[in-house]
C-alpha cells in the first residue's frame, strides 16, 4: 500500500517536471497550426504556415546556413578533436592536465565572454561573416568530442595496434582497422553532441557573425521585436518532429539493443 | 621499446589541437585581456575592469548572482525527488531520462524562451487557466519571477544529467543492505544516495551557475528590458553603446566567477557527459 502510494507520487513529480519542459513546446506547436499572425489567439486550425514556410527564402536559407554550419563544424571538430584526444592521452602527466585545462575553458567560460573574445581576436585579421563564425563553432564543439572520446580511449586495448603492426601492417591502416573501431562509439556520440551544440548556439554566433550572414536562432533573435514569423513555428516543429522520431528510433528500436548486446557479449 | 612502433609515441597527433587552442582560445583570451586592460586611448588602465564595482553594475552583478544561486538550489531541489522517482519507477534503463531531458534542445532556444513570455505574459495561457479554474490572476511578466522561470527552465536538464548519471551507478546491493540492516527511506537517501551523488552534483552547479549568471537573452525576453543581468549590460556595451574597453574589462571581472567553476572541475572529472545518449 505505502509502496503503491509512494509510486503514484514519484508518477505525480515525473508527470509535473514533463510539463513543465514540455509546456513550452506544446505552445509552439499549436501556434504553428494557428490561422492567426496573432500569438494569443486562435484563430482556428491551419496548415498554411506549413506550406508558405518552403518558399520563404530567408528562412530556407538560414535553415541551411544552420545546418551546413552545424555539419560542417562537427565534422572538422571530430576530426581535430580524436586526434587530439588520441594524442593528449599519450602526453605527460603535466602537459596532459596543461591541455585539459585549456579545453575546459571554452566549456566552463561564459558563452558571452567566449563569443566577445572570439569577435574581438577576429576582426583582427577576417571579416565577420560565415567564415568566422564556422571557426568559433569549431571551437567550442571539440571539447565535446575530447570528453566523449576520452573515455574510450582509456578502455582502448593498445596490444590490438602493436599486434597488428607487428603482423605487418602499417600505422595507417592499423589505425583504421584497430583504433578507429574501438572509438566509434565516443566518436559518434561526439560528433552529434557537437552538432547539436552548433543547433542550439545562440550567444556566440550572435557575436562572431557579423552582417548578413543569419543562423535560424539570430534571425529569431532579431524577429523578437517585430513579431516572430509564423513560419518559424511551422519549421521548429517539423525540426522537433524529426529527431524526436530519429532519437525514438535510435533509443528504442529492439533491433539494435540486441546487436548492441551481442558485441558486448563477443567483446 | 622499438616493438612499440610508435604508439606511444604519438602525441604529435594533437599538433592540429594544440595549434587550434593557441589560436582560438588562447589567444582570444589575451586580446579581451588586452581591451579589458587599456583605455580607448591606448595607455593601461584598470578602470575597465574596476567599472564592475560602479553603482550601476554592481546592481545587476547582485541581481545575477540572486538569479544564479536560486536557480542553482530550485535546480538542486527539482532534480533530487526527479532522480529518485525515475529510479523508484525504473525509468532509469534506456536512456529515458536522456531522451526525455535533452530532447527540448531540438526546440529552438529562443523560440522555448518566447513560449515562456506567452505563458507568462499579464493575458497569458497560465492567466487563462487560473481564471478557468477561478483563481487570481498572476502578474508575473516582466519580473524576477519570470526570469527565475526561465533559467529554471532551460538549465534544469545540465543539473538532472550528471546527478542522475551519479545515482545510477550506485550499486543495488549497497541499498539492499541498507534495508536489511533497517534503515529508512530518509537514511538511505541521506547516507548513502546523496554522498554518492556528490561529483554529480558538483558538474551540475558547474554547468547552471555561470550559465544561468551570465545569460542576457533569458533576460532581455522575460524581463522585459527592465531587469538588467549583468549579461545585458556587457552585450548591450559591444551592440549599442561600442564601448570594447569597458564591456572587456566587465568580462574579465565576470571571469573569477568561471575561475572559482574551474577549481570545481579540476577535482572532478567532466569526461563522458552527453555521451550516453547517442
Given at each position: 500500500m505505502v509502496e503503491k502510494?509512494?509510486?503514484?507520487?514519484?508518477?505525480?513529480?515525473?508527470?509535473?517536471?514533463?510539463?513543465?519542459?514540455?509546456?513550452?513546446?506544446?505552445?509552439?506547436?499549436v501556434l504553428s497550426f494557428n490561422n492567426s499572425r496573432s500569438r494569443v489567439q486562435w484563430g482556428g486550425f491551419t496548415l498554411d504556415w506549413y506550406s508558405r514556410l518552403f518558399s520563404n527564402r530567408q528562412i530556407m536559407e538560414a535553415l541551411s546556413t544552420t545546418l551546413t554550419l552545424a555539419f560542417s563544424s562537427a565534422l572538422i571538430a571530430t576530426v581535430i578533436g580524436v586526434l587530439g584526444a588520441l594524442g593528449i592521452h599519450a602526453m605527460r602527466r603535466k602537459n596532459y592536465q596543461l591541455v585539459m585545462v585549456c579545453t575546459n575553458i571554452p566549456l566552463l567560460n561564459a558563452d558571452i565572454v567566449t563569443g566577445i573574445a572570439l569577435m574581438l581576436w577576429f576582426v583582427n585579421f577576417m571579416p565577420l561573416g560565415y567564415g568566422s563564425v564556422l571557426l568559433a563553432h569549431i571551437t567550442f564543439n571539440i571539447p565535446y568530442v575530447i570528453l566523449s572520446v576520452m573515455p574510450k580511449i582509456r578502455q582502448m586495448n593498445l596490444s590490438l595496434y602493436e599486434a597488428a603492426r607487428d603482423l605487418g601492417a602499417n600505422a595507417v591502416y592499423a589505425f583504421f582497422k584497430i583504433i578507429l573501431p574501438q572509438l566509434a562509439g565516443g566518436i559518434v556520440a561526439g560528433f552529434f553532441m557537437a552538432f547539436t551544440m552548433s543547433m542550439d548556439d545562440f550567444v556566440i554566433t550572435y557575436f562572431t557573425k557579423g552582417a548578413g550572414v543569419n543562423t535560424l536562432s539570430t534571425m529569431i533573435y532579431g524577429e523578437i521585436r517585430k513579431g516572430i514569423k509564423p513560419e518559424m513555428y511551422a519549421l521548429s516543429t517539423i525540426i522537433f518532429v524529426f529527431v524526436f522520431l530519429v532519437l525514438l528510433a535510435v533509443n528504442y528500436l529492439p533491433d539494435r539493443k540486441g546487436k548492441a548486446k551481442k558485441e558486448r557479449v563477443k567483446g | 621499446m622499438n616493438k612499440l612502433k610508435g604508439i606511444n609515441k604519438r602525441s604529435w597527433l594533437s599538433?592540429?589541437?594544440?595549434?587550434?587552442?593557441i589560436g582560438f582560445t588562447v589567444i582570444?583570451?589575451?586580446?579581451?585581456?588586452?581591451?579589458?586592460?587599456?583605455?580607448?586611448?591606448?595607455?593601461?588602465?584598470?578602470?575597465?575592469?574596476?567599472?564592475?564595482?560602479?553603482?550601476?553594475?554592481?546592481?545587476?552583478?547582485?541581481?545575477?548572482?540572486?538569479i544564479a544561486v536560486g536557480c542553482t538550489l530550485i535546480c538542486i531541489l527539482l532534480s533530487y525527488p526527479l532522480v529518485l522517482a525515475l529510479r523508484r519507477l525504473n525509468l532509469g534503463k534506456r536512456g529515458f531520462a536522456l531522451f526525455v531531458l535533452i530532447l527540448p534542445m531540438w526546440m529552438n532556444f529562443i523560440l522555448r524562451v518566447l513560449a515562456w513570455q506567452m505563458i507568462l505574459s499579464n493575458n497569458g495561457i497560465l492567466n487563462l487557466l487560473l481564471q478557468k479554474i477561478g483563481l487570481e490572476p498572476v502578474a508575473l511578466a516582466n519580473s524576477g519571477v519570470a526570469i527565475m522561470i526561465g533559467v529554471v527552465y532551460d538549465y534544469l536538464p545540465y543539473m538532472v544529467l550528471p546527478i542522475f548519471n551519479a545515482v545510477s551507478e550506485i550499486d543495488e546491493d549497497i541499498i539492499d543492505a541498507a534495508k536489511d540492516l533497517g534503515a529508512g527511506g530518509f537514511t538511505i537517501f541521506r547516507k548513502i544516495i546523496f554522498p554518492l551523488s556528490v561529483p554529480g552534483l558538483l558538474s551540475g552547479i558547474v554547468m547552471v551557475f555561470v550559465p544561468s549568471m551570465t545569460s542576457f537573452v533569458i533576460s532581455d525576453i522575460l524581463g522585459g528590458g527592465k531587469l538588467q543581468l549583468i549579461g545585458n549590460i556587457i552585450e548591450q556595451e559591444f551592440t549599442k553603446s561600442m564601448n570594447w574597453y569597458l564591456g572587456s574589462g566587465l568580462s574579465v571581472s565576470l571571469m573569477i566567477f568561471v575561475l572559482?567553476?574551474?577549481?570545481?572541475?579540476?577535482?572532478?572529472?567532466?569526461?563522458?557527459?552527453?555521451?550516453?545518449?547517442?
Open positions: 502510494l509512494k509510486n503514484l507520487i514519484s508518477r505525480c513529480y515525473l508527470g509535473l517536471i514533463l510539463l513543465f519542459l514540455y509546456a513550452p513546446i506544446l505552445v509552439l506547436i | 599538433t592540429p589541437y594544440l595549434i587550434w587552442i582570444p583570451m589575451a586580446v579581451i585581456f588586452r581591451y579589458a586592460l587599456s583605455s580607448p586611448e591606448g595607455g593601461f588602465t584598470l578602470a575597465n575592469v574596476a567599472a564592475i564595482a560602479d553603482p550601476v553594475h554592481l546592481k545587476a552583478v547582485i541581481f545575477s548572482l540572486e572559482i567553476s574551474m577549481a570545481f572541475t579540476m577535482r572532478n572529472d567532466m569526461e563522458g557527459k552527453g555521451s550516453a545518449i547517442w
